[in-house]
């Protein structure tokens, strides 16, 4: 046992001296006083020297004693004092965290809180990636990942999940107010729709039927993007209908910019999970991260 533990000799001899006998020292640790006898005489023993004169009636420090317990206090003290400055240091977020995100959400979401904890914890440093495909976060020293979609196998990997990106469909409310709004998907036959591409290949709306089952659509259209942002400005300027994530057309939306259509009709939500590498201990740098990024989301 160390010295300095919570029932090392040094403790022990200091608590004898504050409470002034073996039997109170003993209650304060949770002790017996024979054990603190024990203690303080391998003490003594192992100094060479006397600490305590004892009576049946009184115990006192010896002189050898007092400039014992004068350098104990002092050592006690300073070990208390750096100990204390560690944890704090422990506690508080510093170094660096290597962020992956996915391009558009982690730009306009998830990044703008990562700065605000920069700005908040000034020994904390970022390192953002943004990519959408599965990364080995051991490989790559990754601490933390953003991803949307379904999960695969995350083994070594804890996930927490954030929320869901729920798809709206959307059109200006300059394009509404001249082309009507449909009512019904056969409707949207009528309409300028604008759909997605992934690698080249169209993308089908998921559509709940009055049955509430699910079936692909592929969306009859004359434009096609490849990007939400492409599809956000075609439908801000009036081009036709398009499917977007809430999230990113929330402004929009609260501003009276743009108006959802068929509300409850479109299906294809997706999870949104935060993934980092299990560990018995999660660094303060990275539990920061993680509770703003809940929070945010």
Known sequence: MSNLEPHGPIRVFLAVCQAGSFAKAADGLA?????????????????QVRLFDRTTRRLSLTREGQTYQEACQRATSDIDRVEASLAQAASMPSGTLRVSLPPLFGTQVIAPVLYGLGERY??????????????DLLARGIDLAVRIGELPDVTGLTARRLGMQELVMCASTGYVEQHGEPATRDALGAHALIATAHRGQPVPWQWIDDEGRIESWSPPSRLRTDSSMLTLAAVR???????????LVADD???????????????????????????PVMLPRLRVAIDAIVEAV
């Open 122 to 135: 000034p020994a904390l440093a970022f390192d953002i990636s943004l990519d959408i495909e599965r990364v």
């Open 31 to 47: 002790l017996t006083p024979s054990a603190i006898a024990k203690t303080i005489a391998r003490l003594e023993a192992r100094l």
């Open 253 to 279: 939306l609260a501003a009276g910019r743009l108006r959802t259509l068929l509300d409850g009709r479109i299906a294809g939500h997706l999870p949104i999970h935060a993934l980092w590498l299990t560990a």
């Open 237 to 247: 300027a009036g081009h036709g209908i398009g499917l977007l994530p809430r999230w």
